[in-house]
Each structure stands twice: as C-alpha cells, then as structure tokens.
C-alpha cells in the first residue's frame, strides 16, 4: 500500500520538477490531464489492442507509461490545491479505496473492466478534466505493479525528467533516440542494474544516463 511517506516525497519531487520547467507552473495551471489523455493512449499501444494482427505486450513499457500518467495526475492535484501540499496528499488518499466511479451517468465497477478498458475509462475521465485514483490503483494490479513498485519507478522517472531538461529538452536540442533505442528503454535497462535503496541511488543514475547520452557525441 501506498505510505504517506512516498506520497509525500513524490508530490515534492513532482512540484520540483515542474518548477525547473516553470518556476510560476501552479499560476499558469497548465493541461496536466491532457498529458494523461495521450499516455494512457500510448500504454494501449504497449498492451495492443488491433484484433487483427498478431501483437505482445510490453509490459515493462506499459509500467513505464503508467508512472508517466501518476507524474500528471500528481501535477493535477497540486494545481487543485494551489501548490499546497498536505491538501494536495489528504486529497491522493482520499479516494484510493475506492472500487467504482460515476461517469457519463452511470456507475462503473473497476472490477468489471479489463486492463484496455480501464485505460479507456482513464482517458475519458481525464477528456472530462476528471481523474480517479482508484482507477489508477486498479491499473497498477494489473499492470503488476505495487505502489512499492511504482514508487521506485516514479523516482527514477523523475530523474530521467531532470535530465532531459538538463541537456535542452524544453529547447529542443535533446537527443531522445539513443543507439536507435528511446531514453526511457535505457531507463529500464539502467535501473535494473542500480540498488534503489541505495542512499545515492538517484545520483548513479543520472551518472549511468549522462555517460550513455555523451557517447551520442563520439558516434
């Protein structure tokens, strides 16, 4: 189960990170829910959905796009609450219990749904400007994830997040494709290799993702 304490620091590091893009972010109150419309789209890409051809999930990829979507919904809280953050942390456990939700007047059982229709619902609920954390708990079961695992992903995530914009992703000039692979496939690749545990664990993965990025400059 998710800790207050994990809760918490991750609403630090997410108001962090979006002050290093914009430090007056919570004023602006950008599109956050948008940005979950279209990951939630690309995890139903990891998964496949075309009946007509043959195709495999990729798992460790549909994980990833979820912690993706939990650094938005994060963003969205926050904004909800001003930037305040023990309103923005009651407001993450208010509802992370929760086994259904009403939407387009009707009330929908996570239960009843599988893995594509949850990831439809969290669309539509984000297109509504809406979002549902026991929704989101849902899909963590079945992406086999615990909130243990999403929190280690989410901290690595966000220092690949503080990379990027260390080496010119707000201006365009980084380099996402790596030795024909994207950051976030290195991401995986990395972190299975490093101890999350481990007190400079945040530290040697930024190293781990900088010396593979320099060896753009010597191909």
């Known amino acids: 189960m998710l800790s207050t304490n994990q809760a918490a620091t991750m609403l630090a590091l997410q108001d962090k ?79 992370l219990d929760s086994t259904s939700v009403t939407f387009d007047g009707q009330q929908i059982s996570y239960a009843s749904l599988n893995l594509l229709e949850k990831l439809e619902l969290t669309i539509g609920l984000a297109a509504a400007k809406r979002y549902s954390l026991g929704l989101f708990s849902a899909l963590l079961a079945d992406c086999q994830m615990s909130w243990d695992d999403l929190y280690a992903q989410y901290v690595s995530k966000n220092v690949l997040n503080f990379f990027r914009q260390d080496n010119g992703y707000k201006e365009g000039s980084y380099v996402k494709i790596w030795s024909g692979r994207e950051d976030n496939e290195h991401l995986v690749e990395i972190m299975a290799k490093l101890d999350v545990k481990s007190d400079s664990y945040q530290t040697d993965l930024y190293n781990e993702l900088q010396a593979r990025y320099n060896l753009l400059d010597m191909a």
Do not use: Y
């Not at 051809?53 to 963003?75: G, N, P, R, T």
């Open 17 to 95: 990170m979006n002050a290093k893009v914009n430090p007056d972010w919570i004023a602006v109150k950008s599109p956050f829910l948008r940005a979950v419309v279209i990951e939630a789209a690309e995890a139903i890409e990891h998964h496949g959905w075309k009946w007509w051809k043959k195709q495999e999930c990729d798992l460790e990829q549909l994980q990833m796009e979820l912690v993706d979507i939990w650094h938005f919904v994060l963003s969205a809280i926050l904004i909800k609450h001003e930037g305040a953050q023990q309103p923005a942390l009651d407001d993450v456990f208010a509802e």
